[in-house]
């Protein structure tokens, strides 16, 4: 296998925690990886093999001009190797918009695909996690590219997560198939008359904001407006709840003592609800695989970014997905 | 005061808990209240009024036409009695589409208002809740219309949560001025023509999902669309998360007592996220007060909505409201 294009530059930990991630990538899981960066920032790399971008974009630097302008940046020369078969994927936790434009611009899309969107793993109570499309690429779209997220979001459901039969839901403020937006009911039409069965999956209908994280459905189509905020929204409740709860463990020495009982069973809530565990979203429809990773990501999300990154290459993500759009 | 009507068959804990909320209303903090519905089936009402209704609007059926058939059903019937000055409030936990309705096909809007927007405190770590709004009224809005909203919303948050300046948000997808939906960006233009200063408000420009459950904004504007996929998603998180916690706390004999150690700690926690504190959610832009309580509300939660809904009275929300959207 072509080694992972792993961006050193991209991250609010970077350049440690990416190399740290990378170096044991390659020791314990075995899988090739090539850094992208300034090799003189890097470290020790543990023989890593690095190529030189001078450039950094920085995370709120803006997507398209960056891309355009920054031809020497560590993102644009991630998604170069990628191009020029110098290596089989990217992964960044860098600027997602930026991410993504690198990928789109250098790689390509997938011929018959319309629009790449971002995929994003929502962990839940079942175990397996609810792939949430579109993430945030496209904040205007259309009722076809939303049928596209789905076939696209349905192959990767069976290939990433092993999901026999993916039930596709469209999110909506309703159950009932008259509820929502014009574009969700232009966009229902249109997913209740494809023939799912022959795809190896199942349209449920329109699923809710509360079902992201329940187990209604194994995929969740939308536009990146909606998708973006209800991801967010997610994660910040999230966050704060956690955040408290974690402030009350540690309010009095009583509590404190309490909750260090508590920790063998907690341990496996964590594990179940870490997103980071699933190593970040993936840009589906472009010609390479993309991994957009959390800003936040450290050592142990990059480890499993890039493990994810060398999985989606040997199972032919993108040839299974250019299959589906094209069938 | 006139009294507050409480709609007695609405909800999925009708009508025992509502008459049992009702009734710790007027006995324990003098709220004068008439209940609306069928008096046979209320039991002791405790000496509480009834205004008979013979037919019950299901929390399923359509709204709209359930209003306009069901004359002498408990929400109709309660929304008259505001229009006709028999009441001075509603409250219900049934039909959130056909609540809305009611009042609005039977109060009408407060003059210059375009539509009336459901207004939803999510509460926060700080103490202080984020209103949305519109968490879910209007699918599809205009620029126009988030103005009213953000008008309104300060009013609310003024008058409901003593918040002095109260900070505008708009929810789009990234923080900066150009980012979002062409509504979104719309809407910024015209909020940022505001002079809010006057209004004791401030416009903090965009904020995303994950601000909701923080303290960025004290307001957050959307349409009806976007709002309640984002509010649901905040209470779908919330619940499982809580759900599996319980679950661990009960795991084992161990992991029992350590969390019965802790029940000190997670009150105060329990208290501050429990959204039945707030009574439910707010119609605001129609000629009366109109509280729109959970589906799932118990007797507490019933106790707080007539609270409010009495409080919204006795400090003229209405009146204000009509006041900022025609300033």
Known sequence: MLPVAVDAMGGDNAPDAIVAGARRAVEERGIPVVLVGREAELG?????????ASEVIAMDDDPGSSVRTMKDSSLVRAAEAVRDDVASAMVSAGNTGATMASALLRTGRIKGVSRPAIATPIPGPSGNPTVLLDAGANAECKAEWLVQFALMGSVFSQTRFNIDKPR????SIGEEAGKGSPLVKETWGLLDAVDWDALGAEFVGNVEGRDLMGDEADVVVT???TGNVALKSVEGTAKNIIAALLEAFGSTPEAQAA???LLPALLPLYQRFNADSYGG????GTKGVCIISHGSSGEEAMVNAISVAAEMVESDLVGKIQTAVNA
Chains 1, 2 share one sequence.
């Open 259 to 261: 909750s260090e009982q």
């Open 44 to 52: 020790d790399t543990g023989g890593i093999p690095v190529i030189e």
């Open 223 to 225: 536009d990146g407006f």
């Open 168 to 171: 596709i839901g469209l999110l």
């Open 281 to 284: 979203a993936m840009l589906l």
